[in-house]
């Protein structure tokens, strides 16, 4: 008999996911906040809103109730926006507290105020140790998934024990989880994918082939880099699921909904149109500034998400976003990362400000990924 196991969150993702984990074995209670839709999924096994046609497990039971859910649970999956994790942390609290259940993040934002990833939210407001919380990212379109197309995931925790547990149990014949220990990287590769699809829209609004795509993303996958290295996280991290392949499936996908705001921005709707249109979590419209002020924190250039800031608050004309991929100068730049290159006085003080900046904190990247 398969672990029991509680998914908080009955949205597009949540939902697929918990049937990833019931077909997997474990058995499975959602936790969805409107009563009808715990309902649904209960009874008829069937989720409308978010999975149209598709048959839930038998064996996956639902609830609206959050402490029904988690009572006994021996593991917590939390799939709601990045901007509502907070809340619905805090009302986990008093059952985790006395419980050893790790959590298990499914969510691909960092919190808009602070900037923080997830598994730094889950950790402040649980006030639980790290080696207990786990990510899960990848190139991992839900309404793919929960028709069984071949697809691979990973998951990642400083505990590789708690990686290889979770991913033991999100695995199944339709779904292959792999492992890390780089949970800043595999986080931050799932928020950054969404900024740079959203540009990948944008052009595809306008009209742009595939050369344009092209080029933003093997350049955004840079920014990616950059930026994922300069906190901490290990570059070839970037080149794996949570990193080139999510930005592949988002940026290829009419599913993606970052992708699909992109598309509705560049053919001239407005942020306010397309937020209203959209029924459905694109990440990628609120983690442009946070992510942005990170960037700036650590001195990492980010010209493509830079333009689609711009176009989200009209001061760019969407079709001018793709021939400057650089905000930087007019200069020939290298083509590798800011962290690669050699060619530029600019990149080697930054890679000297970062060494210095790591050496002040007293550590290397796994100490940072906790902080
Ligand atoms: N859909 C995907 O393909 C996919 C894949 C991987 C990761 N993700 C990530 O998973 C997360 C959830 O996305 P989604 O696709 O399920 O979104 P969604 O819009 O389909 O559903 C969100 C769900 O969360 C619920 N919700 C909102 N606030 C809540 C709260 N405070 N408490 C409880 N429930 C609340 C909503 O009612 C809804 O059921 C996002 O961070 C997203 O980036 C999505
Ligand atoms: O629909 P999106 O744009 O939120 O993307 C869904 C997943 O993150 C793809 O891996």
């Known amino acids: 008999m398969g672990p029991k196991v509680a998914v908080l969150g009955a949205g597009s993702w949540g939902t697929t996911f918990g049937k990833v984990l019931a077909d997997g074995g474990a058995r499975v209670t959602m936790w969805a906040r409107r009563p009808e839709q715990a309902h649904e999924i209960d009874e008829a096994k069937r989720n409308s809103q978010y999975l149209p046609g598709i048959n839930l497990p038998r064996s996956i039971r639902a609830t609206h109730r959050l402490a029904k859910a988690v009572e006994g649970a021996e593991q917590i999956y939390l799939s709601v926006p990045s901007k509502t994790a907070r809340e619905a942390l805090k009302q986990l609290r008093p059952p985790v507290a006395r419980s050893d259940a790790p ?34 990212s990848g190139p991992n379109l839900a309404l793919e998934i929960a028709r069984e197309q071949p697809t691979a995931a990973v998951v990642s925790s400083t505990s590789r024990e708690t990686a290889e547990l979770i991913a033991r149990t999100a695995s199944n014949p339709y779904f292959r989880t792999f492992v890390n220990t780089d949970v800043a990287g595999t ?42 290295v300069a906190y901490g996280a290990q570059a070839e991290t970037m080149h794996g699921l949570a990193g080139l392949g999510d930005l592949i499936a988002t940026c290829q996908s009419p599913l993606s909904r970052n992708n699909t705001a992109g598309r509705l921005l560049g053919q001239g709707y407005t942020l306010q149109d397309v937020v209203s249109h959209m029924e459905q979590t694109a990440e990628g419209l609120g983690s442009v500034e946070p992510m942005l002020k990170l960037a700036r924190a650590k001195g990492v250039e980010m010209p493509i998400v830079q333009q689609v800031k711009m176009v989200l608050d009209g001061t760019m004309n969407p079709k001018d976003i793709a021939p400057h991929l650089t905000t930087d100068d007019d200069t020939p730049q290298g083509e590798r990362t800011q962290n690669g290159q050699d060619d530029r006085g600019g990149a080697l003080r930054r890679a000297f400000q970062r060494a210095r900046d790591l050496f002040r904190d007293g550590g290397g990247s796994a100490r940072r990924d906790r902080s």
């Open 187 to 228: 986080e931050f590769g799932g928020v950054l994918k969404n900024l740079i699809a959203v540009a990948i829209g944008i052009v595809d609004g306008v009209g742009y082939g595939e050369n344009t795509k092209a080029s933003i993303i093997t350049r955004g996958l840079v920014e990616m880099t950059d930026f994922a």
């Open 103 to 136: 959590i298990v993040s499914l969510m691909k934002g960092v919190e808009k105020r602070s900037g923080m990833r997830m598994s730094q939210v889950i950790e402040e407001v649980l006030g639980c140790d790290p080696d207990r919380i786990a990510v899960a």
